[in-house]
T-cell receptor, first 113, second 119 residues
Framework: EPEVTQTPSHQVTQMGQEVILRCVPI?????FYWYRQILGQKVEFLVS????????KSEIFDDQFSVERPDGSNFTLKIRSTKLEDSAMYFC???????????FGPGTRLTVL | AQTVTQSQPEMSVQEAETVTLSCTYD???????LFWYKQPPSRQMILVIR??????QNATENRFSVNFQKAAKSFSLKISDSQLGDAAMYFC????????????????FGQGTILTVHP
């Protein structure tokens, strides 16, 4: 069964460093998303991406964040200068045309020291 | 903007018993989807059940069923014959069915309910 994959599973970084979180969505999907979950809290929407551009972003998704689909398979989230409060689980999700289900990856745990 | 509220931070149930998790939402839209996701300790997000707002019939997936009350904006999850493997955090989520526009596609989650299953 096709699935969304994410790498790495756990990323530890120093405050101020740049990190890139990688996702491989399901191959025939066209809509891509990033969500964030701070430990013990709810899952929050960050950004949606379609046709090689951002379709919607939340207030959390400020200038420190960017997304890219550098090739036909990967979908990345970059945080330019990490802050302590960026420590969270980051989930990638994808969905196909007409499909109302979003398929989630296993998440990347980001720890900022 | 849409909001989703889960008023039960924690619930517990005895194995083989039935438990109901509550969810309410606020929206001005008439067409949307509602979901329940399960998040076990591994933190993977697993879809449990979905409901299309235009359908009057409540969705059912094996031991999981919903009570969808559109006028009351309520969407509760009933788990029958609870099993130890049902122990997890459960999230209710909303998604607009409107294509295009600024809110298409994103999921809005509630705060979650931690379900404990006692043997």
């Amino acid at each position: 069964e096709p699935e969304v994959t994410q790498t790495p599973s756990h990323q530890v970084t120093q405050m101020g460093q740049e990190v890139i979180l990688r996702c491989v969505p399901i191959s025939n999907h066209l809509y891509f998303y990033w969500y964030r979950q701070i430990l013990g809290q709810k899952v929050e929407f960050l950004v949606s991406f379609y046709n090689n551009e951002i379709s919607e972003k939340s207030e959390i998704f400020d200038d420190q964040f960017s997304v890219e689909r550098p090739d036909g398979s990967n979908f990345t989230l970059k945080i330019r200068s990490t802050k302590l409060e960026d420590s969270a689980m980051y989930f990638c999700a994808s969905t196909g045309t007409g499909d109302n289900e979003q398929f989630f990856g296993p998440g990347t745990r980001l720890t900022v020291l | 903007a849409q909001t989703v509220t889960q008023s039960q931070p924690e619930m517990s149930v005895q194995e083989a018993e039935t438990v109901t998790l509550s969810c309410t939402y606020d929206t001005s839209e008439s067409d949307y989807y509602l979901f329940w996701y399960k998040q076990p300790p591994s933190r993977q997000m697993i879809l449990v059940i979905r409901q299309e707002a235009y359908k009057q019939q409540n969705a059912t997936e094996n031991r999981f069923s919903v009570n969808f009350q559109k006028a009351a904006k309520s969407f509760s999850l009933k788990i029958s014959d609870s099993q130890l493997g049902d122990a997890a955090m459960y999230f209710c989520a909303y998604r607009s069915a409107r294509a295009g526009g600024t809110s298409y596609g994103k999921l809005t989650f509630g705060q979650g309910t931690i379900l404990t299953v006692h043997p």
